[in-house]
């Protein structure tokens, strides 16, 4: 199965200070991988690093296009998402309104008919369409900005700890939308420290320690030895 996603030797940078150091990874169209590992280990460097917004050097091919070094926007008009953990919706801004920002430009009668087809699939905020998204629960924003993400037809989305926070409704509410997506044939890279959203959705995980990959393999292979040097706290 060819690679939607390809990293090869991804080097990143804050300033001076190094933080990835040589990534290889590899992602098909409708897989899900989890990348895991310790806070300072270089996970969400990395999903920087492939948008574009930190220095970086390397490969990072989208459908075997080469996208290191472009603009953020050139990246996502290949066709790329990222939902970061901070969910970023626009609080003051409704639901519907929210969504219509991630539609790209696409505006009168197919803006509007690419705006129900999202609600329709979101019922969740079909039915909170005209709340501001400040006033909407954890979860709900959650998929707020995941629903906003694919308002853009992404073919790769990363989505950096989607459950931190939230109650295990809508941890459940926020695993079910992801499967949808990868059901569709969107790849994900799934972003999380604690694997709580990973067994549900995949059986494929990469740890990362000390920016670089140091297991891609099986999720029920990973043994204690490695999930002892790069995943405890201790």
């Excluded at 492939?50 to 070094?69: F, K, P, T, W």
């Excluded at 949808?180 to 990973?198: F, S, T, Y």
């Excluded at 995949?202 to 320690?209: K, L, N």
């Amino acid at each position: 199965m060819s690679a939607l996603l390809d990293l090869r030797g991804v080097r990143a940078w804050y300033g001076a200070q190094p933080v990835l150091d040589g990534v290889d990874l590899a992602l098909a169209a409708g897989e899900t991988l989890a990348l895991v590992g310790r806070n300072g280990s270089g996970r969400s460097t990395l999903a920087k690093a492939v948008m574009g917004l930190v220095r970086v050097a390397g490969s990072v091919r989208i459908d075997g296009v080469e996208c290191a070094g472009k603009r953020t926007f050139e990246i996502a008009r290949r066709g790329l998402a990222y939902v970061a953990e901070s969910r970023d919706v626009f609080p003051l801004l409704s639901v519907r309104d929210n969504l219509r920002l991630g539609l790209r430009g696409v505006h009168g009668a197919a803006g509007r008919a690419a705006l129900e087809r999202l609600l329709a699939r979101f019922p969740l905020l079909a039915a909170r369409a005209d709340v501001k998204a400040g006033r909407l629960s954890g979860g709900e924003q959650q998929i707020l900005a995941l629903a906003r993400a694919l308002a853009g037809a992404p073919r790769v989305l990363i989505v950096d700890e989607p459950a931190e926070g939230l109650a295990p409704l809508a941890v459940e509410q926020v695993g079910a939308c992801l499967d949808a997506l990868r059901a569709d044939g969107v790849a994900i890279l799934l972003i999380e420290q604690r694997l709580q959203l990973a067994p549900q959705l995949t059986r494929r995980v990469a740890v990362m320690g000390r920016g670089r990959i140091v297991y891609d393999g099986a999720l029920d292979a990973l043994d204690g030895t490695v999930a002892d040097a790069w995943l405890s706290a201790g």
